[in-house]
């Protein structure tokens, strides 16, 4: 019986010092912000790139958002690349290029994926500032403009916008709403310490001399992006005055599974391409503490949330562990409460049930099955760098 009360102590050590104490820990380290922006005396060139495949339901609105950002004219170029859709999305983005000085529209034969798409930017782009942009998020009017005044200071290399999920109520929409948030929040106390492992795909800006071209077997061109950047000396950071509305919602938990999966399999990539500046002291708080927690929590901690879930049912059988339990459990009930309140509860103003109170429960346990997956995923070899519809 020890064995597993060791089992079970070991265990929810390790899911705390990952969780909760991190988090604790980033928010106290992180008190003395080092970032600052300021605005450019002369604003720069900004190339925006845009990757779309069949996205007919959004593209009229994606290409009039870009359009009316808050950016002069003469200093913007927006490029579409149009992924061989074959929905008529094609077609569209021809027609308003023909109608818009700044619109240029890049076609690929076949379908190749993200990074692909991208690389076809780079190539045309005329920007020092590149701006990518997925084709179903909506970034405010002045997002493009803070995230360029972000990347002023010299230190800085790449900034992500704060990104929200838009989408239709229901369970797949708070499994959604909760995960972004609790990422949302991650990612700022990161990038007020050091930087953050990684920034959200929908909408990010990175100084063009530090990335000419993407790898383009990664799956996650953000996750790349910001490691390649810290790895080359410069800081990432995550702003969240730049607000993008996010349309990019899973539409059931199959399809929820499926994308999240696909992340796991991607952190994969990007871990086993910089594993150098795992625990490496060139990299400061970025290489000796947020690399090894993100590591630890994709690698360790699925596995310890079993050995957890497994020895506290097997524990319960016995009264005096049962107590022993509880008084174990009770403070990380309460932060789980208090999470919930913050990061779900002030967006709903508190509307109460026990369903949203066992989200994050549910969330967590759903996600550690999912990195597991991910890792046999990757082990095993199967992905494909095209991205799917999740719509």
């Known amino acids: 019986m020890i064995w597993i009360v060791w089992l079970f102590g070991v265990s929810l050590l390790i899911l705390v010092l990952n969780y909760p104490l991190y ?25 925006v790139l845009i990757p779309a495949f069949n996205e007919i339901q959004i593209i009229e609105n994606k290409i009039k958002n870009s359009l009316e950002l808050d950016y002069p004219d003469d200093l ?36 190749k994926g993200k990074p692909a798409a ?74 007020k310490v050091d930087s953050p492992f990684s920034v959200i795909a929908a909408c990010y800006a990175f100084k063009k001399a530090l990335i000419s071209s993407f790898e383009e077997s990664v799956l996650a061109d953000d996750m790349w992006a910001c490691m390649k950047v810290r790895e080359k000396g410069y800081f990432v950071d995550y702003l969240s005055e730049a607000k993008v509305l996010d349309y990019g919602e899973a539409k059931s ?43 630890l929590k994709y690698l360790v901690c699925p596995y310890a949330f079993i050995i957890f879930i497994g020895a506290g049912i097997f524990l319960l059988t016995n009264l005096e562990f049962m107590i ?9 009930f309460l932060w789980v409460i208090f999470s919930w309140f913050n990061i779900v509860g002030n967006k709903r103003r508190f ?22 997956l991910a890792q046999f995923y990757y082990i095993t070899g199967v992905y494909d760098t095209r991205w799917s519809k999740i719509r």
């Not at 391409?273 to 708080?285: A, E, I, T, V, W």
């Not at 509307?351 to 597991?372: E, G, H, K, T, V």
């Open 23 to 47: 988090q604790i820990l980033l928010t106290f380290i992180g008190r003395k912000t080092k970032h600052h922006s300021s605005p450019h005396s002369t604003l720069p060139f900004v190339s």
């Open 76 to 111: 913007i170029e927006i490029i579409f690349i149009d992924d061989a859709s074959h929905d008529g999305t094609k077609e569209i983005l021809s027609d308003y290029a023909q109608r818009y000085e700044k619109i240029k529209v890049i076609t690929q034969k076949d379908r």
């Open 118 to 191: 991208l690389n076809k930017g780079l190539k045309v782009a005329n920007g020092d500032i590149i701006v990518v942009s997925d084709a179903d998020c909506l970034p405010q009017a002045n997002c493009v403009k803070l995230l360029v005044e972000r990347l002023n200071d010299p230190r800085c290399g790449l900034v992500g916008a704060y990104t929200e999920i838009v989408g239709k109520k229901g369970i797949v929409y708070d499994y959604e709403q909760f995960y972004w948030t609790s990422q949302n929040h991650i990612r700022t106390l990161e990038a």
């Open 253 to 295: 938990i199959g399809k929820l599974i499926s994308q999240k999966i696909r992340k796991g399999f991607a952190c994969w990539q990007v871990f086993v391409r910089f594993r150098h500046m795992l625990l490496n002291l060139n990299y400061g708080l970025f290489g000796m503490l947020i690399l090894p927690s993100t590591f």
């Open 324 to 332: 022993f339990e509880a008084i174990l459990l009770s403070p990380i």
């Open 351 to 372: 509307q109460f049930s026990i369903i949203r109170l066992l989200l994050p429960f549910s969330m967590f346990a759903l996600y550690q099955i999912i990195l597991i």
